[in-house]
């Protein structure tokens, strides 16, 4: 329960709100910018007074800015900078008020729990529920199931917890269907789930399809169990950037198949560890079919997976196909099994070479069968290895961009052609994602990439809270109340260290946690006379487009600009840094049947591109090298670019 304002920090913001009145005589400058009935007191008013000292030249008002404000009232405004002032720390004993009515990013107050005592008819379906801690509940259920469909959908920041679930159960199934679809900054904790369970199935279909930062965790997960099959069907496709976790998944189990079918399809940057799986396991039958297909430098590692394991199969089919780049290590995989079978059917035919590290591999083993039919890739790393047992097949090194099976057709689909007439992987180059000046001409007809925000909805804090609150990452978990092992605590490390980085070679930047910072930084950069612009809208996007009226900034000079992109945290924070020797354009983009305006884009051309890596996508697409061309963009969604004033 949050803590009781008490009288001395009422008056302190009381007095704080005074001295906000007095220190800004020129409010009257606010009003004539304002509307007529706008309070002085607001973000807004406090930023377009802060814009006009700044920014001294009658401009326009920073609507992009202006739009990203908190909607604190003046009087909790108030309150919440006195409480910053005194102490950061305090904002948390009023955290359930500051994250509703700053709208920022914060985890749920207080999951519903469901233990053993509570627990529900076998038959019970368990539609719309989220933020939920399941101890004990299921535990040493007789037959029946529990279904969970639409659990936690289209939420930000959902939590979940299944301890101990289904524990010594006895044939109890379990169905987990749309589980939190669409989510952002995903976290699910399975421990001990179904562990020393007999019988019964457990099925995972379409589990977070299109979640954005997921954090997954299964640790024990059928532990001990007996003859229990477990499926992941369609298991983080298409997500972004995200972590699974399986510690200790079917550890000293009896019979226990587990089948990954589309698992992390189509998903950018995702991350799976699969430590101790299978461990001491007698009977374990795993397959991978489709694992990581056309995904965005997929990592994996395998770490003792079916170490000490019994008469146990693997198979790893179509594994990381046509994806970009990727990782994978295999370490002390089936070290000391008997009898033991693993098949890699076409693994690792990326699209761009990734790495793979194979140590200790099936190392001790007895009666064990390894086979690698089709494994393309430069790999010297098969280290201490079972001499003997390990056949490979059609194993080649990369000295051409490698094709799919020939058996399927739905691989070729994630191939796009380029104007040099090659084909590469969607992942490496989206169309539209680069292009040429030329192109950005009124009638042309492009691409238009995916300029959707990502990001989940936040706001900016006033500066008074956050230019108080210490920017590190244990201070900011520890006041808004985030789990370091959570998807927003990694988001939030993350973040700090990128900010933390040293600047690159040439670069000027800096991560504002304020509107007001932001401000700041550009015109320490360009000067008292600057403009911020944005794509207007989303629309177009995903779709061919027809560009209409087109003009170049600063009549199409180039300049120097400031850019500023979005970071995870729980209040906005921009990563803003300097960015010379570019032309921004805007123009007009129409519908291509109908000829109608339906967004207003703004375009940022780096003509100096000597400094960039010939690996950079924009080369691929366009089929030249660094310092050879200009490369062009759009300004996504939440994005922005500051320019000298025209």
Not at 63 to 80: E, H, M, R, V, W
Not at 149 to 161: A, C, F, Q, T
């Amino acid at each position: 329960m949050a803590a009781a304002t008490s009288p001395s920090v009422s008056f302190s913001a009381l007095i704080f709100l005074l001295l906000y009145l007095f220190s800004f005589r020129q409010a009257d400058v606010a009003a004539a910018d304002a509307s007529p009935a706008e309070n002085p007191f607001t973000a807004r008013a406090a930023l377009i007074r802060y814009w006009n000292r700044k920014v001294p030249t009658n401009r326009g008002q920073p609507a992009f800015l202006l739009a990203k404000l908190s909607p604190l009232s003046a009087l909790d405004s108030a309150t919440f900078s006195s409480l910053a002032a005194a102490d950061p720390a305090s904002l948390s004993l009023r955290l359930p008020v500051l994250c509703a009515a700053a709208r920022i990013l914060c985890n749920p107050a207080d999951a519903n729990t469901y233990s053993a005592d509570s627990r529900k008819d076998d038959s019970s379906a368990f539609a719309a529920y989220q933020n939920s801690n399941f101890s004990d509940y299921g535990s040493g259920a007789k037959g029946g199931s529990n279904a969970f469909k639409n659990y936690s959908d289209d939420l930000n920041v959902p939590v979940d917890s299944f301890r101990r679930y289904s524990r010594d159960s006895v044939r109890h199934n379990e169905s987990f269907a749309s589980y939190a679809p669409d989510g952002n900054v995903v976290t699910a904790n399975f421990t001990s789930y179904a562990s020393s369970a007999t019988g019964g199935a457990g099925e995972f279909s379409s589990y977070d399809h299109e979640a954005n930062v997921p954090n997954l965790k299964f640790t024990n997960y059928d532990a001990a169990a007996a003859a229990r099959k477990r499926s992941f069907s369609s298991y983080s496709d298409d997500s972004n950037a995200g972590d699974q976790s399986f510690a200790g998944y079917g550890k000293h189990g009896n019979s226990v198949p587990t089948s990954f079918k589309s698992y992390a399809e189509n998903s950018n940057v995702v991350g799976s560890s699969f430590a101790g799986y299978g461990e001491s396991a007698s009977g374990a039958n795993d397959s991978f079919a489709s694992y990581g297909f056309d995904g965005n430098v997929p990592e994996n590692n395998f770490r003792s997976y079916g170490a000490g394991g019994n008469s146990g199969s693997e198979s790893f089919a179509s594994y990381r196909d046509q994806s970009n780049v990727g990782d994978d290590s295999f370490s002390s995989y089936v070290k000391g099994g008997n009898a033991e079978a693993v098949e890699f059917v076409n693994y690792g035919n990326s699209f761009n070479p990734g790495s793979d590290s194979f140590k200790g591999y099936a190392e001790g083993s007895a009666k064990h069968k390894v086979t690698f039919k089709g494994y393309a890739g430069d790999n010297t790393t098969f280290k201490s290895y079972a001499k003997s047992g390990v056949d490979f097949k059609s194993y080649r090194n990369f000295s051409v961009n490698p094709s799919s099976s020939s058996e399927g057709d739905s691989a070729g689909a994630s191939l796009v052609s380029l104007p040099n007439g090659k084909s590469t992987n969607r992942w490496l180059v989206e169309p539209g994602k680069f292009f040429r000046e030329h192109d950005l001409r009124r009638g042309s007809v492009m691409p238009m990439p995916d300029i959707r925000d990502k990001m989940p909805p936040r706001s900016f804090l006033p500066r008074s809270i956050s230019g108080r609150i210490p920017f590190s990452a244990a201070d900011v978990r520890q006041i808004f109340a985030i789990r370091e092992d959570t998807a927003l605590g990694k988001a939030v490390t993350d973040t700090v260290a990128e900010c933390e980085r040293a600047p690159s070679r040439g670069e000027t930047k800096r991560c504002a946690t304020s509107a007001e910072d932001v401000i700041d930084f550009a015109v320490s950069v360009l000067g008292s006379d600057v403009v911020v612009r944005s794509t207007a809208s989303t629309m177009g996007s995903k779709t061919d487009i027809l560009i209409g009226a087109v003009s170049g900034v600063n009549g199409g000079k180039v300049t120097k600009a400031v850019s500023c992109h979005q970071s995870l945290f729980p209040y906005l924070v921009y990563y803003c840094h300097s960015v010379p020797k570019v032309r921004v354009y805007e123009a007009d983009i129409l519908a291509v049947d109908s000829k109608e305006k339906i967004n207003h884009g703004v375009a940022i051309c780096h003509i100096d591109t000597s400094a960039w890596s010939p690996s950079h996508g924009a080369f691929v697409a366009l089929g030249s090298k660094p310092g050879m061309i200009e490369v062009c963009h759009w300004i996504f969604e939440g994005d922005m670019t500051w320019t000298v004033a025209d």
